[in-house]
């Protein structure tokens, strides 16, 4: 009985396993499979691993076309974004809710091949090699180690063995511990810039570079100390050499070789080894910016604009290293040894900032169209969603080339803010684009107000955020468990913009101290829907004129009541109980404000708050009652 790590296992239903390889080899598709990923220009590879765009259906079709899925979402950006893991195949298909039809998810794939639906494993078939031969993982690992003594084609088949050997997270696992993951980063070194060997050691690397547990980010980190980063960075330059953008399809002399596909596994790879994490990052952000591998990323985006999965994946990386720069900005402590040497890390490289606001922006302008090859445009919307992504943390760093005020205004000067407001309308009802389009508009409002760019918080209202911000407050597209999160970071996003300038715009346009109202009659016990709501509130109608049409519509609308009733509800919390009385002191102009506030129910304290700064008008106010 051969091993599990044996290259050879005879798969069950040989014939039938003949026929739909030969259907595939030729560009036949069941119909009972769908593509999961669009290849431009894809070239049917005789390899151990699947071609990208098969997934299983639930009967066992295809089964030689394995992929393993995993269901994270874009949506679930609050922790961390889009961490590799592998999953087994009746999971990657609970998950994705397949019902005898292949579903694509965005995730982070896993290879598996040479398995039968008759139950048969190992690769069989599907591997190539000449009957009768069996090359064990050991094997493949002593080939890779010693890759520069070896011919390409010895050094692809090992590859390949290993591709057969890192199917589930127990296979990697045990591929860690005999040595793989020395293999791989040994046979990159030697043979990264040979597009022909390297496109089959990428896909050993993502999955060994997969895993959400401890164990995993351990080895994303051996992988990135042995220099894999780097060696990546290097097949990139040659695939940039080699396709520019009037190639899409990539095609090259060898008949071996697709550089598009290449391009998209070095993608894949650098979203797994650049963690969405502030450890991790440690390690793979000095790489990244020194290797400039951000603009590099981003000329693999304009170079295959049609590839979805490439742009989404790209998307993410940009994030990620946007992600990992704001935690050095925002945790870093100045008397630190050697602060000074990490001052030159506090921003973004020079144009990395531009690169990656150009590139999320021609993701959101792509519509959803039959390429995407999905039901419901659900495939564009996680693009849509990466790129949102993106913008939020890009714009949560300071720019080395133009300034930190200034990335907010280019975002506005290129349209970016138009393509984010549309996508989100369009796709409305969709809500981890929602979650992260207002994740972007708040980050991007912050730093233009953090920089009193007043002109740009204007122009970024005006652009459809006010209008997207105030329809997320009255009508979130999320279930009822996350509707308080959803208003209150759309209320943070109109405090971000309540410049001088907007206020008119927000308040007597786009309805927004209506849509706080809203906020506070939904949530009146939601500490962080209360707080931003009073907080945004106060910003939009201050002003020392008591006929200001803000003023008076705050009035005319009931926002005192709002303000007070939420106040009742949360009268211990001291967070909640400063930013009403913030409120009320804006609110709260004139004696009949007041008597309104008072016969709503307002504390007295908290009126005679509203004079903390004006003894004698603290005074008076205590008399009049």
């Known amino acids: 009985m051969p091993s599990e790590l044996d290259g050879e296992m005879k798969p069950a239903g040989f014939l039938e396993d003949i026929f739909s390889f030969s259907n595939r080899l030729f560009g036949i598709t069941p119909s009972s499979v769908q593509e999961a990923e669009n290849e431009q220009g894809h070239v049917a590879e005789p390899v151990t691993e699947v071609e990208d765009n098969y997934i299983p259906t639930k009967d066992g079709d295809n089964a030689e076309n394995d992929v393993l899925m995993d269901s994270s979402s874009l949506g679930e950006i609050r922790g961390k974004l889009d961490m590799p893991t592998l999953k087994s195949d009746e999971a990657a298909q609970q998950a994705s809710g397949s019902t005898g039809k292949g579903k694509s998810l965005m995730g982070l794939l896993s290879f598996r091949s040479g398995e039968s639906g008759g139950g048969g494993g190992g690769g069989g078939l599907l591997s190539f090699r000449p009957k009768g031969t069996k090359t064990t993982l050991g094997d ?6 010693s890759s520069h003594s070896h011919s390409d084609d010895k050094v692809v088949e090992a590859g390949k063995v290993l591709s057969d050997s890192v199917q589930t997270m127990d296979k990697v696992s045990l591929a860690a511990k005999v040595g793989a993951l020395d293999a791989v980063a040994a046979a990159l070194s030697h043979k990264a810039t040979q597009l022909s060997v390297s496109q089959h050691l990428l896909l050993p690397l993502i999955n060994l570079s997969a895993g959400e547990d401890e164990a995993g980010l351990q080895r994303t980190r051996h992988l990135v100390a042995r220099g894999c980063v780097q060696h990546v960075s290097a097949i990139i330059e040659v695939v940039l050499s080699m396709s520019p953008p ?27 080894l650049c963690r969405r994490d502030d450890v991790s990052a440690n390690g793979w952000l000095p790489v990244v910016q020194q290797s400039k591998l951000v603009l590099a990323v981003c000329a693999l985006m304009a170079t295959f604009p049609s590839d979805g999965i490439l742009q989404q994946r790209a998307c ?12 050095e900005e925002n945790y870093r402590s100045p008397g630190l040894p050697g602060a000074a040497a990490w001052s ?39 693009r849509h969603e990466a790129a949102a992504t993106a913008l939020a943390d890009v714009g949560r760093v300071s720019s080395a080339d133009v300034g930190t005020a200034n990335l907010p205004a280019y975002a506005v000067r290129i349209g970016t803010i138009d393509a984010l407001t549309t996508a989100m309308e369009e796709y409305f009802d969709v ?27 204007l122009d970024i209202a005006r652009a459809g955020a006010s209008r997207v911000l105030v329809r997320s ?47 506070l009659a939904r949530h009146p016990k939601s500490s962080s829907v ?57 609110l709260c102009f004139d004696s009949g404000a007041r008597a309104d506030a008072l016969a709503s129910g307002a504390e007295p304290q908290w009126l005679a708050r509203c004079f903390s700064g004006s003894p004698s008008k603290k005074r008076e106010f205590q008399q009049s009652l």
């Open 140 to 145: 493949a690992v002593s080939t890779l180690l």
């Open 246 to 272: 009037e190639q899409t399809d990539a095609s090259t002399d060898d008949d071996d070789v697709n550089v598009a596909l290449i391009a998209k596994r070095c993608v894949w790879t650098l979203q797994h």
């Open 316 to 327: 993410s990386f940009c994030a990620a290293t946007s992600f990992a720069i704001a935690l």
């Open 344 to 382: 030159a890390r506090h921003c973004i490289a020079d144009g990395d900032g531009i690169a990656i606001i150009d590139a999320a922006t021609a993701v959101l302008r792509r519509p959803i169209s039959a390429e995407d090859g999905m039901e419901g445009g659900i495939l564009s919307c996680i």
């Open 431 to 457: 809500f981890a684009l929602q979650e992260c389009g207002l994740a972007a508009l708040v980050a991007l409002g912050e730093t233009a107000s953090d920089a009193a760019d007043d002109a740009t918080r």
């Open 473 to 519: 407050i009255f009508s979130p597209a999320v279930d009822l468990s996350r509707e308080a999160e959803v208003r209150a970071a759309a209320c943070q996003g109109l405090l971000a913009l309540s410049a001088v300038r907007a206020r008119d715009h927000l308040v007597l346009e786009a309805d927004a101290l209506e849509a706080l109202v809203e906020a």
């Open 530 to 586: 209360v707080v931003s709501a009073c907080r945004t509130m106060a910003a939009l109608c201050s002003g020392h004129d008591p006929s200001d049409a803000r003023k008076c519509r705050a009035l005319d609308i009931g926002c005192i009541r709002a303000v007070v009733s939420a106040l009742r509800k949360q009268s211990r919390n001291a967070e909640v109980v400063e930013a009403g009385c913030q409120a009320l002191t804006v």
